[in-house]
């Protein structure tokens, strides 16, 4: 349905900032419910925000208040601001997608088996 492809990992020190990109090829049209995950060494792959089809935004408290989702539509570019970062931060960052419905435009979920489109996925290192 679309094809993902995740940039902008690096890094840093603890309290910087980066700005994770992932390009969108779309190849089914249609609305797409979207969102950022990560996966740390030995852990499960957890959800850090997401964007809804009508452009509502939720966070992992982890992160609220220090990351910001968006997306260019023009650009068909899905962005993840972090800032402030911390060393529990670290891990591989994946972007997915999930096509809806024009009467589901406002679902999206933190929950990775919810989306069935993801990208390879981009590495943050946050040192202290």
């Known amino acids: 349905q679309v094809q993902l492809v995740e940039s902008g990992g690096g890094s840093v020190q603890a309290g910087g900032s980066l700005r994770l990109s992932c390009a969108v090829s779309?190849?089914?049209?249609?609305?797409?419910?979207m969102a950022w995950f990560r996966q740390a060494p030995g852990k499960e792959r957890e959800g850090v925000a997401t964007?809804?089809?009508?452009?509502?935004?939720n966070y992992a408290d982890s992160v609220k208040g220090r990351f910001t989702i968006s997306k260019d539509n023009a650009e068909n570019t899905l962005y993840l601001q972090m800032n402030s970062l911390k060393p529990e931060d670290t891990g591989m960052y994946y972007c997915a997608a999930r096509v809806v419905t024009a009467f589901s435009l406002t679902a999206s979920s933190l929950s990775a088996i919810w989306y069935n489109n993801w990208g390879q996925g981009t590495q943050v290192t946050v040192s202290s």
């Open positions: 779309v190849v089914t049209r249609g609305q797409y419910a």
């Open positions: 964007i809804a089809g009508d452009g509502y935004t």
